[in-house]
């Protein structure tokens, strides 16, 4: 079952759940060059698993990566957050911003830091 994921807001960010509308920006994302260091660009049923398993990570772990939207609450551009892949390794913190535009503002380093605050603050 998938927890509850309450959203960590900041003064620029909110930090929140995956939406179904989030999936498009995800998806021209890991369609395009920006990707060619991270192992895309990748076909679409190949982003589509990358997505659900962003969403699984918190079914299975009980915490997981947050989609980074702006104040507003809209379309996610990013995400950051913990991700573990096998029990014999630690979290691993993760963050990705989608789309360039907002790039070199420091909202990745922004939404990673609040992510670390909240996991701290929560135990």
Same mark, same amino acid.
Do not use: Q
């Given at each position: 079952?998938?927890?509850?994921?309450?959203?960590?807001?900041?003064?620029?960010?909110?930090?929140?759940?995956?939406?179904?509308?989030?999936?498009?920006?995800?998806?021209? @994302?890991?369609?395009?060059?920006?990707?060619?260091?991270?192992?895309?660009?990748?076909?679409?049923?190949?982003?589509?698993?990358?997505?659900?398993?962003?969403?699984?990570?918190?079914?299975?772990?009980? @915490?997981?990566? @947050?989609?980074?939207?702006?104040?507003?609450?809209?379309?996610?551009?990013?995400?950051?957050?913990?991700?573990?892949?096998?029990?014999?390794?630690?979290?691993?913190?993760?963050?990705?911003?989608?789309?360039?535009?907002?790039?070199?503002?420091?909202?990745?380093?922004?939404?990673?830091?609040?992510?670390?605050?909240?996991?701290?603050?929560?135990?």
């Amino acid at each position: 079952m998938i927890p509850e994921i309450a959203p960590i807001r900041t003064e620029n960010l909110i930090l929140r759940a995956f939406r179904v509308e989030d999936f498009p920006a995800y998806r021209a @994302y890991y369609s395009g060059d920006r990707t060619r260091g991270g192992g895309g660009p990748l076909p679409e049923h190949k982003v589509f698993e990358r997505f659900c398993s962003m969403i699984g990570h918190w079914a299975i772990r009980g @915490y997981g990566r @947050y989609a980074i939207s702006d104040h507003t609450a809209g379309p996610a551009f990013g995400h950051a957050g913990p991700m573990k892949l096998t029990e014999d390794t630690p979290p691993e913190m993760t963050w990705t911003i989608w789309d360039a535009t907002p790039t070199g503002r420091g909202l990745a380093t922004a939404a990673a830091g609040a992510v670390l605050d909240h996991l701290i603050a929560t135990g």
